[in-house]
């Protein structure tokens, strides 16, 4: 299942849906640019997980513009403006604004929760320094991962999931890059 939905490209279908029926309003918010991981999630700091709903088809990749703009109002001492801004929307948010040098992409790993589909979403990147993998979400920055697997390890411990079904990997704007 999880295999089908990313490689036909369904979970790129809903999310284009999702983006250019709900987001379409933030497309000119210029992005934070070249940020190193710690300065990405210092942004991301100050902003509240909510789910996905029925309006996001229970799992879609928001625009990072919609959470560039939840940071700017954040930043403004305003309200955090509604709207679901999951896993997916912080991820995809850190993939555009991490230097390229990072070589950040978007990765999801997936699971059922008894019946369920279920999974997670990061922004995957490699430290220029130490040369490991590092993951970043709504649960801040996580590593060092010597592996990709080592990286699915720690996502599904702390997710206390089960054995995981499959991965996706994309690019910065949002192709399918490797699914497994």
């Known amino acids: 299942m999880h295999f089908i939905v990313h490689k036909w490209g369904i979970y790129r279908l809903w ?3 999702y983006v250019n029926t709900w987001h379409k309003k933030y497309s000119n ?15 991301l700091s100050g902003l509240t ?3 996905d709903g029925i309006k996001e088809f229970y799992d879609v990749v928001g625009s990072p513009q919609f959470v560039q703009h939840c940071i700017n109002e954040v ?3 305003e309200e955090q403006p509604a709207g679901a801004l999951d896993c997916d929307d912080f991820s995809i948010w850190c993939v555009n604004v991490l230097n390229k040098k ?3 992409q978007f990765f999801t790993v997936g699971w059922f929760d008894g019946l369920r589909p279920s999974g997670h979403a990061v ?5 220029i320094v130490d040369k490991n993998i ?15 697997e080592e990286s699915v390890t720690d996502i599904t ?4 999931a089960g054995e995981p079904i499959g991965f996706s990997l994309y690019s910065r704007n949002f192709r399918l890059l490797d699914v497994g």
């Open 123 to 127: 922004c995957l990147y490699e430290d």
């Open 134 to 148: 590092y993951h970043m979400s709504n649960w801040g920055i996580r590593g060092p991962f010597n592996t990709i």
């Open 102 to 104: 990072y070589k950040p």
């Open 15 to 17: 999310s284009w849906i």
């Open 157 to 160: 411990v702390l997710t206390d």
């Open 29 to 43: 918010i210029e992005l934070m640019s070249n940020l190193s991981p710690i300065e990405a999630d210092r942004a």
């Open 75 to 77: 930043n403004m001492d």
């Open 49 to 51: 997980w909510r789910p």
